[in-house]
């Protein structure tokens, strides 16, 4: 129990003391989990309304994809990036390879299928009649769509904060990609981790609180933004 307090205690002279290295960390976390976030839901909300909205072939067998790799394992998702980014691979030549930007393209490909799956069941939770009226009004494949989608906004806002919080607390693939470098790719999830294997219980639990106090006040203003109090 000692332990615990001490971490809450450590905690709050952290975030008060303002220490350098522990806001390097915390923005980075932030940087990289927000990229990730942006640019998996602009790719998988469009997709997910499509592949709902529309009918073709393979569409059973690409939902049925799209689902299961909603539970990819990261350390899958890590090595085939670290693969892709490494010198011997086919992007290895523009040197991302422990950088930031390969763990963004981790964490893409981790909640991207998390993002458009969800996209896909909010979308066909729309009343039909509401799709029907506007198709009945000639609204165009792209207008009924974003019509759906305005209908789906509540459920859509969750999928992005699902997406956001699959992000921010990744372990696995950001330590395979990134390095866990001081200074450089350290984030507070690899954080936690280090601090935990060098016996520093009281700051891997200051960590832990930090991080979750970010995530709380991300998707408290989510929810302000929505209006719900």
């Given at each position: 129990?000692?332990?615990?307090i001490?971490?809450f205690?450590?905690a ?7 220490d ?5 960390i ?7 989990s927000?990229?990730s ?7 998988g909300?469009?997709l997910g309304a499509?592949?709902a909205?529309n ?16 539970g990819?394992?990261?350390v899958?998702a890590?090595l085939?990036?670290f693969?892709?980014v490494?010198?011997a ?6 040197g991302?390879?422990?950088t930031?930007?390969a763990?963004?393209?981790a964490?893409?490909l ?5 993002i ?6 909010a ?10 009226t506007a198709?009945s ?8 769509a974003?019509i ?10 969750v999928a992005?904060?699902?997406?956001f ?5 990744e372990?696995?693939a950001?330590m395979i990609v990134g ?8 984030v ?7 601090e935990t ?10 960590l832990?609180?930090?991080?979750l106090?970010?995530?709380f ?6 929810n ?6």
């Amino acid at each position: 129990m000692g332990v615990i307090i001490d971490g809450f205690i450590q905690a709050i002279l952290l975030i008060v003391s303002l220490d350098p290295e522990i806001i390097d960390i915390a923005s980075l976390s932030l940087k990289v989990s927000g990229a990730s976030t942006l640019l998996a839901s602009a790719m998988g909300i469009p997709l997910g309304a499509f592949i709902a909205l529309n009918e073709f072939p393979l569409k059973r067998l690409l939902k049925n994809i799209i689902y299961t790799l909603m539970g990819l394992p990261p350390v899958v998702a890590g090595l085939l990036v670290f693969l892709m980014v490494s010198r011997a691979g086919p992007l290895g030549t523009y040197g991302l390879l422990f950088t930031p930007t390969a763990m963004v393209i981790a964490q893409v490909l981790l909640i991207l299928p998390i993002i458009t799956g969800l996209t896909i069941t909010a979308t066909r939770a729309v009343d039909r009649a509401i799709i029907d009226t506007a198709i009945s009004m000639g609204a165009g494949r792209l207008h009924t769509a974003l019509i759906t989608l305005n209908e789906a906004k509540q459920a859509l806002i969750v999928a992005v904060l699902a997406g956001f919080g699959r992000a921010v607390a990744e372990v696995g693939a950001v330590m395979i990609v990134g390095g866990d470098i001081r200074w450089s790719t350290r984030v507070l999830t690899t954080s936690i981790v280090l601090e935990t294997r060098m016996g520093n219980y009281s700051m891997a639990i200051a960590l832990g609180i930090i991080l979750l106090s970010l995530s709380f006040v991300i998707n408290m203003a989510l929810n302000l933004l929505q209006g719900e109090r």
